[in-house]
């Protein structure tokens, strides 16, 4: 039988390190794949001359499964964002965000337990009708919410909290001020959460949300949000756990999915050694379990999770000493 093919973006700064990273454990724990590596990003305008080559989106579209580095988008160069484009091109209307305590991390909190579930294409974050007045006083920008987004997304949340055996989703909104764009999320997730009574529904306004998340954390269980919102609780979220270096990101469409680490490519410590590999290794495991291979997936966070704990050769902003190869080398001993 042939081996399951993967894309992989190494992507800019650091990328290509913690992309090695996940691989190596993804190889050690029996995974059995094959790799196709293509270029998006800086790196792709330095050897291409365009950021997201043809032969990029063609791999994507073939392989269906890519997983993906950091990239990074230089200002004015004609796209608002490399991760919209992806987004909007394969309609990967979902974006899937979980936080988890780790022991070990000196995060503030241990009992973090929170998936966000964030529409990914629509809204204000899309960058829709952009404009700049010639004078430069006047800025205007378009925010489109359609009955269609705003239903697969909350379907796709409260399934997920059924597969995940959770007992809650939060609808988080602003219907209060934005009457038409998030009101007509608002009124078609509560048309959507009828048809699971077996799952407890809460609705919260985005910046009760942002104040309850620093305050009682632990009352959330999976949140379902527009684009924009979902950016931002996302990142809060990360910030309980310890940072983005502990926090994936998986984006889910019909026909394909991105799996990647959700921090910045840190050009000041690419080839230092100094990248903590986690929100890769971790959107890794995101990719087993898409492709139903759970038994993989969990002896890799089980042996993440060890090495986090024990702290012997974890890197500086989990309280370390360690570089990346270290790190890296610890979960292989441990798998």
């Known amino acids: 039988m042939s081996k399951r093919m993967i894309t992989v973006i190494p992507g800019d700064g650091i990328g290509p390190s913690i992309i090695d990273a996940a691989i190596k454990i993804l190889d050690k724990a029996g995974c059995d794949f094959e ?4 270029d998006a990003g800086l790196t792709a305008l330095e050897k291409h001359g365009e950021l997201l080559p043809q032969r990029t989106l063609d791999m994507i579209e073939k392989n269906k499964i890519t997983l993906k580095g950091p990239l990074t988008t230089p200002v004015g160069e004609g796209f608002t964002s490399i991760n919209v484009t992806l987004r909007k091109k394969f309609c990967l209307y979902a974006n899937i965000r979980p936080v988890v305590s780790f022991k070990g991390t000196q995060a503030r909190y241990d009992n973090i337990d929170i998936i966000t579930v964030r529409e990914n294409t629509e ?3 899309s960058g829709l009708g952009q404009t700049l007045s010639a004078d430069g006083s006047t800025a205007e ?3 489109i919410i359609t009955r269609k987004g705003a239903e697969q997304i909350t379907v796709f949340a409260y399934e997920l909290a059924r597969k995940e055996n959770r007992k809650k989703v939060t609808i988080v909104h602003k219907a209060n001020i934005m009457k038409s764009t998030s009101g ?3 009124k078609v997730a509560r048309e959507v959460s009828l048809r699971y009574p077996d799952i ?3 609705e919260m306004i985005v910046d009760a949300t942002c104040m309850k998340l620093v305050m009682n954390p632990e009352i959330f269980d999976v949140i379902v949000t527009t684009n924009l919102f979902g950016d931002i609780l996302s990142d809060l979220c990360a ?3 310890g940072g983005l270096g502990m926090a994936p990101g998986a984006n889910i469409g019909k026909d394909a999915a991105i799996f990647e680490a959700v921090h910045g490519s840190a ?3 690419a080839g230092k050694n100094l990248a903590n590999p986690t929100s890769i290794i971790l959107a890794s495991i995101q990719m087993l379990e898409y492709l139903g291979m759970a038994d993989k997936a969990e002896k890799i966070r089980a042996a993440v999770t060890a090495v986090i ?6 890197t500086r902003d989990l309280g370390g000493t360690h570089g990346t190869t270290d790190f890296t080398q610890a979960v292989i001993d441990r798998l």
Do not use: K, N, Q
Not at 309 to 314: C, K, M, N, S, V
């Open 184 to 186: 007509l999320f608002l």
């Open 239 to 241: 910030g309980l756990v």
């Open 123 to 125: 809204g204000m974050y």
């Open 141 to 143: 920008a378009t925010s």
């Open 35 to 38: 790799y196709e590596f293509t």
């Open 309 to 314: 704990a024990e702290g012997d050769r974890t």
């Open 267 to 269: 050009p000041d410590i």
């Open 200 to 202: 407890t529904t809460e």
